[in-house]
């Protein structure tokens, strides 16, 4: 997810002019917008400071949006950074008291949808340095977070179905792969060897990296990639489990629609796997509920115990034969 990259790599992508450095919004300058992990926890049981940070930062993130394209620099880098060090903490006071505030639902939709933006256009640089033999995989960011994160949702998704049921894994759909696909380049470490993963991306752009990306790590026979929307999808019917990304469907009426549509074209007693939030973190990404999986059944609300991993995840099963 977007956050901190070094100062010296957000200046050498950077396409923002010198001038819009100097200040962001309203006068105010980009060091007013500064924030470290000590002056967050420091904070973490003051309520009216973290409505007022996370005010400034929604702001600021609606602001730049209008005038900048959101691909790394060092004005992305500290605005989703700081915002990341904000709604991963979990505040000693009810989430209420910011998350029911009017300006913040006002910005929540903006900025999940920016946060969005942003993570493309970072996973994007990446890809494209990592196939030019410039940068590794491991240089990308967030690599340990992705293992922490696959590691997680593995342990999730083993511990629903049971360990004999997960040795049988053969086919996993991921919905929303982006243009750097770690969550299935992670993931297959920890299925069974026979088991393959089809990532789908309406992306054009996005699955040609992905595809570069994986044959760089030697993974094309066990990853391999469809050019797709989530509602173009016709058949996952060879699919044991759909993944769905945080970002894929942007609001909960369209979640609800693609829901609804891949429980149509699943096969029965197959699971749908999908990323969602909680606490401050549905300020960046969207918290799924029972309602949003619509048909499938034994729904499951999975949320992580440290800050390293942001998403939470939620597990439904179709039954329906």
């Not at 917008?33 to 993130?61: C, H, M, P, Q, R």
């Not at 008291?97 to 300006?103: A, C, S, T, V, W």
């Not at 342990?155 to 997960?166: E, P």
């Not at 074209?265 to 401050?280: D, E, G, H, Q, Y």
Request: charged share 20%; with cysteine.
């Amino acid at each position: 997810m977007p956050g901190r990259l070094s100062n010296e790599c957000c200046h050498e992508i950077s396409r923002v002019h010198s001038s819009q450095r100097k200040t962001l919004i309203k006068d105010i300058p980009l060091s007013s917008y500064a924030l470290t992990e000590s002056e967050v926890i420091l904070n973490v049981g003051d309520k009216d400071w973290y409505l007022k940070k996370i005010l400034l930062f929604g702001t600021a993130i609606f602001q730049i949006s209008k005038v900048d394209d959101l691909v790394p620099n060092i004005i992305t880098n500290t605005l989703f950074g700081g915002l990341v060090l904000l709604v991963r903490e979990f505040p000693e006071f009810n989430n209420a008291y910011i998350l029911g505030n009017q300006l913040v639902q006002q910005l929540r939709h903006t900025v999940i949808e920016n946060c969005g933006i942003a993570e493309y256009f970072l996973e994007a640089f990446y890809a494209e340095q990592i196939i030019g033999g410039h940068l590794t995989l491991r240089n990308f960011p967030y690599f340990e977070n992705y293992e922490l994160l696959m590691s997680f949702e593995a342990k999730c998704i083993q511990g629903y179905l049971g360990s004999s049921l997960f040795r049988n894994i053969r086919t996993i759909v991921f919905i929303g792969s982006g243009p750097l696909p770690l969550s299935s380049i992670q993931l297959i470490s920890h299925l069974p060897k026979t088991a393959k993963v089809i990532n789908y991306d309406h992306s054009a752009e996005a699955v040609t990296l992905g595809q570069a990306i994986v044959t760089s790590q030697n993974l094309s026979h066990r990853i391999s990639f469809v050019k797709s929307s989530a509602l173009e999808i016709e058949d996952l019917r060879n699919a044991d489990i759909v993944y769905l990304a945080a970002l894929a469907g942007g609001d909960s009426i369209e979640k609800r629609q693609i829901t609804e549509h891949l429980y149509r074209i699943m096969k029965p007693f197959s699971l749908l796997v999908a990323r969602s939030s909680t606490n401050l973190r549905t300020f960046i990404y969207h918290q799924l509920t029972a309602n949003d999986f619509g048909k499938f059944q034994g729904f499951c609300h999975f949320n992580p115990t440290n800050k390293v991993i942001i998403n939470s995840l939620a597990i439904g099963i179709k039954l329906e034969l």
